[in-house]
């Protein structure tokens, strides 16, 4: 892993990012008291995800223990059963190619000029808080809001951090305070939302949910859910890909480079970042995972960070293995569905970043964080 890299990852996690790296060194899988069975390998990652019945996300220790008080039980993150099949059928259309990329080309436009213009003007601009601007407007417009300026934007990614912020990597479920700060920001955007969904306007992520068949109570807890799981996945993703990319040589070969080699970087930063560093499921009968038997009520936390890193360094001409391939965003019955979303957002704003030549002039990691990120980035327009 790069230097940089391993600072953002012990700058977050100081003592939970070496457990979670030794554990690496104990094998496949490792049962670890008080925190469960413990999963370092891809291809069985994989299996466990690919088994909706026998690992699950509703039980004790997984997601749903952690999120139902907070989004109420009827949320994607949450669900099993023939109950989130049906709700994934009635959402299956709300992420088009066309329409994600027709969303981000339109909302994006007006602040990816400005930051062309910052940049063509010399001025040295700090990636991190752009990044935090771009991925409000985007979440403002899939959950409705009506204001859109700077502010308000940077206001919404404020308000998700908050949420995010409780949560560390050994969390199981969130304190009475805890909710109640939860309660008072999802709330007033569930209101948002819900106004959004009444007005009907197919053109609208909440229109089109209506138009899908979803309850304006659905469609509240899967804006929530939106909202929860992938404002910062972009946001902090972006800065780390263009530093990989600066550190390894690589800024003007993917500037230049066909559209297949940027979703190829964009994948490799992915694999390496790993932004969802943990996956949690609960045992739901007996099995056996790797040779080690596991049952009704135990925890398995998959070490996505362990099962992406053990491909090796960043290296955009390596190709992934099928067990491999994009295990980040999950797997089987709960592969994110904002995927289309997200490589969205990434390609639109990493192609305008690219334009710029970009020359990293100062940075720092940042503390305190549940997804590991830099605190600042900043660049400048780089020499051709």
């Not at 990597?169 to 009444?198: F, H, M, N």
């Not at 902090?236 to 390894?248: N, Q, S, Y």
Request: glycine share 10%; charged share 25%.
């Amino acid at each position: 892993m790069s230097g940089w890299e391993r600072r953002l990852y012990l700058s977050a996690h100081p003592f939970a990012y070496p457990l979670l790296r030794g554990l690496a060194r104990r094998g496949p899988v490792v049962r670890v008291p008080g925190l469960g069975v413990v999963v370092n390998d891809a291809a069985l990652a994989r299996e466990v995800l690919m088994d909706g019945e026998t690992f699950r996300k509703d039980g004790p220790g997984s997601p749903g223990e952690l999120w139902t008080p907070v989004l109420g039980p009827s949320v994607l993150l949450n669900m099993e059963g023939e109950g989130h099949r049906a709700l994934r059928r009635r959402l299956a259309e709300l992420f088009t190619p066309t329409y994600v990329d027709g969303l981000c080309t339109r909302v994006l436009a007006e602040p990816l000029a400005d930051l062309t213009d910052r940049l063509e003007r010399g001025a040295v601009v700090d990636l991190v808080d752009t990044m935090r601007v771009l991925a409000g407007a985007v979440i403002g417009e899939v959950i409705g809001l009506d204001t859109r300026c700077e502010a308000a934007y940077r206001h919404l990614f404020e308000q998700g951090e908050r949420i995010v912020s409780m949560v560390s990597l050994r969390t199981r479920r969130l304190s009475p305070a805890q909710l109640e700060i939860a309660r008072e920001v999802l709330d007033p955007l569930g209101d948002i939302a819900a106004k959004a969904y009444a007005a009907g306007d197919e053109g609208t992520v909440m229109g089109r949910m209506r138009t899908l068949g979803l309850s304006e109570a659905e469609a509240r807890g899967a804006a929530a859910a939106f909202f929860l799981t992938g404002t910062e996945t972009v946001a902090t993703l972006v800065p780390r890909l263009i530093a990989l990319l600066h550190d390894h040589g690589q800024l003007a070969r993917v500037a230049a480079g066909p559209a297949g080699l940027l979703d190829r970087a964009i994948d490799e930063a992915m694999r390496v970042t790993t932004p969802t560093p943990v996956m949690l499921r609960s045992v739901h009968r007996e099995t056996e995972i790797g040779g080690t038997r596991a049952g009704p009520g135990d925890r398995v936390l998959i070490a996505t960070h362990n099962c992406c890193r053990a491909l090796g360094p960043f290296d955009l001409d390596r190709p992934h293995p099928p067990e491999l391939r994009r295990l980040w965003f999950g797997a089987g019955p709960h592969f994110c569905l904002g995927y289309p979303l997200a490589m969205a957002e990434t390609r639109t704003v990493v192609r305008t970043v690219l334009a710029a030549r970009p020359v990293i002039t100062r940075r720092a990691a940042a503390r305190g964080v549940l997804i590991p990120t830099y605190a600042r980035l900043m660049i400048r327009k780089g020499d051709r």
